[in-house]
């Protein structure tokens, strides 16, 4: 095992920084310092004082990231990468952990008997600019956060956990003041729902619903959350080194942090790679700690002691513009839905676990009836690969449309295992469907999800991961009204059995359950989406580094720590 070579402190430049994380590799320092924490004796403990660290070396590690940072917004940021860094910076009522879900910038919640009221106590705690988080940040952060004019993508997050006046506030231009959050005093914040919402601490761990310091935001206008100037942490770590479009983000340990005596790591740095093989290379020259792999690297490290596996609750698929012209046809979309082998993707290209994907609903995921997962409940598989069926449907849609030859452009993300995938499918249509032509756009993420966001695409390969463990979280996406229904598809029926279920139903878990399972039913039926696979994650990871994963699978780097 290479042993780290950690002599530097966090003012040191960003790339010496990333390189002290990471062992031996040696680079020419410069004079200049990286940014700091301002602190001072009165509101830092001796633990964390320079003083009391001046015999230990600090701790640093270095984490591969699959795209670039596009903003650490938390009222704005969708992207799984930017909201793994805000997880870190920022901190929400509740957090994950290993066992759960647990009480984290509040310490103590009162909940009404009607289970409508929820009256957090919100913790002696401070932001890394040493002023106090109090409750007026999270009253705050939510009303911005469903303000229209923020353009929060995930302001609809507010109405599935059922504040008050939510929907109305979101979607109708209601009164922001109505929305049923308010703020006693600096440690009282209370949240009003207009339904029982039995998972809902599940839901507020989301990185949306972390306060925000609304002195500072409206200070910084439209640049808040876009470096490392224009954002402040209350979470275990504060950033000390990024911008837009960097491939390094610098996190040091936030001394203002609550629980700032359990942060182990000093340094948590995250660096953007792309390609899984460059990745390795990173890794064997100890410029990274952690680097996800794929394919024939999995193979090649699965016998190492560093080499580690997990199953994710997140779905990757095809996602159909149904406003395309051949794409409104069912038989069409069934046909791009079965015509490719999708054991081939998990076996032969990623080789992580993965599983191959034959229905919406991931595994391990909730299904709201104790003792029971949705996928053991629904008990049913969908759009097994087919091509021979394939063909049928295709022959049918031909002459449903009068037409033999068609033309799609397939919209996905520029990282080498996606690029892999789709020109994967791209052969597996073209040769199962003759008279079709797919053409590829690899594009940055954020490009992508932006084309997507507009409508601007026909064909695109999307993701989606459990944001709490409810099946909620995937079927509020393909609602008609669902702002991230990309495909523009709509079902009466759908919509009926998706709102009953977060209404009328919520009390009911059995019958809210069986209208979950006929919802899958009627998307996948339908070929909605054409889902490919449930995500595995292979990894390499130092055998002296301990870190804690959530029960969904995610690592919860706070935890980390370098056992030397």
């Keep these: 095992m290479r042993k780290r070579m950690v002599a530097l402190f966090v003012t040191l430049t960003l790339v010496t920084t990333l390189l002290a994380g990471c062992g031996s590799k040696k680079t020419e320092q410069t004079d200049s310092p990286a940014p700091t924490v301002s602190t001072t004796e009165e509101d830092v403990s001796d633990s964390t004082t320079p003083e009391a660290n001046a015999s230990t070396a600090p701790k640093s590690i270095t984490v591969a990231n699959t795209a670039d940072l596009s903003t650490l917004d938390s009222s704005v940021a969708i992207a799984g990468e930017d909201m793994t860094v805000i997880s870190n910076v920022s901190e929400s ?180 790679i792309k390609d899984a093989q460059s990745g390795v290379i990173a890794y064997e020259s100890d410029e990274l700690d952690y680097v996800g792999i794929t394919g024939d690297l999995v193979s090649q490290y699965k016998d190492s002691p560093e080499y580690q596996s997990s199953v994710a609750r997140m779905l990757y698929y095809f996602q159909p513009n149904l406003k395309v012209a051949g794409f409104e046809n069912k038989n069409l979309r069934l046909a791009f839905a079965l015509a490719f082998d999708k054991n081939s993707i998990t076996d032969n290209i990623l080789k992580n676990g993965s599983l191959p994907a034959n229905f919406l609903i991931p595994n391990s995921l909730a299904s709201g009836v104790e003792g029971k997962t949705f996928r053991d409940a629904a008990n049913k598989t969908y759009q097994e690969s087919n091509k021979e069926l394939a063909l049928e449907y295709f022959n049918k849609a031909k002459k449903e449309l009068n037409q033999d030859t068609f033309s799609f452009e397939l919209l996905y993300d520029d990282d080498d295992t996606t690029s892999q995938i789709a020109q994967f499918y791209q052969s597996e249509i073209q040769s199962t469907l003759p008279g079709v032509t797919i053409t590829l756009k690899p594009q940055p993420k954020k490009n992508r999800i932006e084309l997507e966001g507009s409508g601007d695409f026909e064909l695109a390969i999307s993701r989606w991961g459990a944001d709490y463990n409810d099946p909620s979280t995937y079927f509020d996406l393909f609602t008609t009204d669902g702002s991230y229904n990309f495909g523009k598809w709509s079902n009466a029926e759908y919509d009926k059995l998706v709102k009953s279920a977060s209404n009328e139903l919520i009390s009911s878990p059995q019958e809210r359950l069986d209208a979950y399972i006929k919802s899958e039913q009627i998307i996948l039926d339908d070929a909605v989406i054409f889902p490919i696979y449930q995500m595995g994650s292979a990894y390499l990871l130092r055998t002296n580094i301990s870190v804690e994963k959530s029960v969904d699978g995610n690592t919860l780097w706070r935890t980390a720590d370098i056992i030397e």
């Excluded at 890394?128 to 007026?136: L, M």
């Excluded at 599935?160 to 231009?173: F, I, L, M, Q, R």
């Design 93 to 272: 009522l509740y957090r994950n952990t290993s066992t759960g879900v647990e009480l984290a910038a509040a310490e103590s919640v009162n909940i009404s008997d009607d289970k409508l009221t929820y009256t957090f106590t919100i913790r002696d705690s401070k932001w890394s600019d040493g002023t106090p988080v109090t409750a007026y940040d999270f009253e705050y952060g939510w009303k911005r956060l469903a303000n229209p004019e923020t353009g929060g993508e995930y302001s609809y997050m507010l109405t599935v956990a059922g504040v008050k006046n939510a929907s109305d506030v979101t979607y109708n231009g209601g009164d922001i003041n109505s929305l049923g959050v308010k703020a006693v005093d600096d440690k009282t914040f209370v949240v009003e729902l207009d339904r029982v919402v039995p998972y809902l601490e599940s839901l507020l761990t989301g990185t949306y619903f972390a306060p925000i310091n609304k002195e500072f935001a409206e200070a910084q206008g439209d640049q808040y959350g876009l470096t490392k100037d224009n954002v402040l942490s209350n979470g275990p770590f504060v950033v000390t080194d990024w911008e837009v479009g960097g491939e390094f983000v610098v996190l040091s340990k936030n001394p203002y942090y609550w629980d700032t005596a359990n942060i182990k790591l000093d340094t948590l740095n995250f660096k953007t």
